[in-house]
């Protein structure tokens, strides 16, 4: 690994309760340095809230994150949202964006830029329109922006929410590929095949608290929740059903 | 009227030294205050929308204030900062077009700011996550957001073109709408029709009215090119 001085990650009791209401209620996680962990839930679980306090765009109302031994790591950490932001201009300058605050050489950009592009599969649309994308190509640019800066840790927010079975499956390959360049993944999601395919972990979180934190296999095969199971045989009643 | 009218239009299609005078030295004094404004108020602006300190909401509402701002007024402050006795009297810039350049900047800064402030505000509502995700700088997010906005924010020059080339007040105080040295478009039509000359009022009127459409029609024009083009 390149640098596992960030991890493990814990987070100590963290709470988020805007205007009162509680959206996290005291999550206590710990995460090492490799794998994709997925945190899955329903709607409104504390997902996204989760994830976004992680990458340090929410700050907690209570409790902590402690980042291994080196602290807050910054640029080592990269986003990627439902709905990514695209900005007027070409795929190339917006797959480069994360790389202006690197202060990299003008050659290096546009290499690293070309390099992520061929593997995402839009180096042809390179100079094209990044707006003028379809809705799988724009989350292949979005991932393509975040695996240019070469995260340590990668967060990933519903990337294929909107996505159609094969746009979906693109970028699941993609983000495999992320990871065995050394990227540790989090990543949210409530499409439970995309978890079982995906991660080598599950985080289940209902209503602001973690539920399970367990290995995938056994998250489908044996919940030790109430909630899970019932997460697991609401979203496939065909696929599960549990003796107890 | 009628024979105003011919009379104008002469003056429009021979060229008249004094009447292109005229225009030129209106087109330079209102381009140079754009360009100043562009240059302050569209930074400062973006700056507003995106930054975080106590007071804002007081900066942004004396902003909004600023934007009508009394041309008289300003003229008033510019003259007695340039003034002889002024602060600002050694610099001998009263009565030059440059004083004219300073009024008129001063009166578009807070309306390209307050219209940028707006325009980067919403759009940072959309990106600010993303942005900071990216690890971006205060500075790098404004000139991002400014960049990404750079077709919706030509409403903003627009609106200080249209108001240094249509101010009178202030330009006619600190300019003094000296024969061939200070005389713009609208402290000439203000003056010629004063004394009756319609003719050259209705000549630079038509000519000031022309290239407000002008202008317009070219950033709507640029405006569907880029929306096209950059989705």
């Known amino acids: 690994m390149a640098d596992a001085t960030m991890f493990p990650i814990v987070l100590d009791d963290l709470r988020y309760t805007p205007g009162g209401r509680s959206v996290l209620a005291g999550v206590n996680l710990q995460f090492g340095d490799d794998g994709i962990s997925v945190i899955l839930g329903p709607n409104g679980a504390g997902k996204s809230v989760l994830l976004r306090s992680i990458a340090g765009l929410l700050k907690p109302s209570h409790g902590r994150i402690v980042w291994g031994s080196n602290g807050y790591p910054g640029t080592q950490i990269a986003m990627v949202f439902q709905q990514p932001m695209l900005l007027r201009g070409s795929v190339a300058f917006n797959a480069g964006l994360g790389l202006k605050p690197l202060g990299l050489s003008r050659e290096r950009m546009q290499a690293r830029i070309a390099e992520v592009l061929e593997r995402v599969g839009l180096a042809h649309r390179m100079h094209d329109s990044a707006r003028h994308l379809s809705g799988g190509e724009r989350q292949r640019l979005a991932l393509a922006r975040a695996w240019a800066v070469k995260p340590r840790l990668l967060l990933l927010d519903e990337p294929t929410a909107a996505l159609d079975p094969s746009a979906t499956e693109e970028v699941e390959r993609i983000v495999r590929e992320i990871r065995t360049e050394g990227a540790r993944i989090l990543m949210t999601t409530h499409n439970l095949g995309q978890a079982m395919r995906i991660s080598d972990d599950i985080v289940f979180i209902d209503a602001g608290l973690i539920r399970e934190h367990t290995p995938t296999t056994r998250f489908f095969t044996r919940p030790q929740s109430k909630e899970a199971r019932l997460f697991i045989q609401g979203e496939l009643p065909w696929r599960i059903t549990f003796d107890d | ?231």
């Open chain 2, 1 to 231: 009227m009628l024979s105003a009218l011919g009379e104008a239009l002469s003056l429009l299609t021979q060229f008249d030294a004094e009447f292109m005078r005229i225009v030129w030295l209106s087109f330079k004094v209102s381009g140079a205050a754009v360009v100043l404004g562009t240059l302050i108020g569209l930074p400062f602006g973006a700056w507003l929308a995106v930054a975080d300190f106590r007071g804002r909401g007081a900066v942004t509402v004396l902003l909004n204030g600023l934007m009508g701002l009394p041309s008289v007024v300003v003229g008033v402050l510019v003259y007695l900062a340039l003034s002889r006795s002024g602060p600002l009297g050694t610099w001998g810039m009263l009565f030059t077009p440059t004083a004219m350049v300073i009024a008129q900047t001063i009166l578009v800064i807070p309306l390209m700011a307050a219209l940028t402030r707006q325009i980067i505000e919403d759009a940072w509502r959309e990106y600010a996550n993303e942005l900071r995700s990216l690890h971006f700088s205060l500075w790098h997010s404004v000139t991002t957001l400014l960049y990404d906005c750079r077709f919706s924010l030509l409403v903003s020059v627009l609106a200080g073109l249209g108001r240094a080339m249509s101010e009178v007040g202030a330009v006619m105080i600190v300019g003094g709408n000296i024969y061939g040295y200070t005389r713009v478009m609208t402290t000439a039509i203000a003056l010629e029709t004063a004394k009756g000359d319609l003719p050259l009022s209705v000549a630079l009127g038509s000519v000031l009215l022309s290239v407000v459409l002008l202008l317009n029609a070219m950033a709507y024009l640029l405006r569907r090119w880029a929306m096209r083009r950059y989705g």
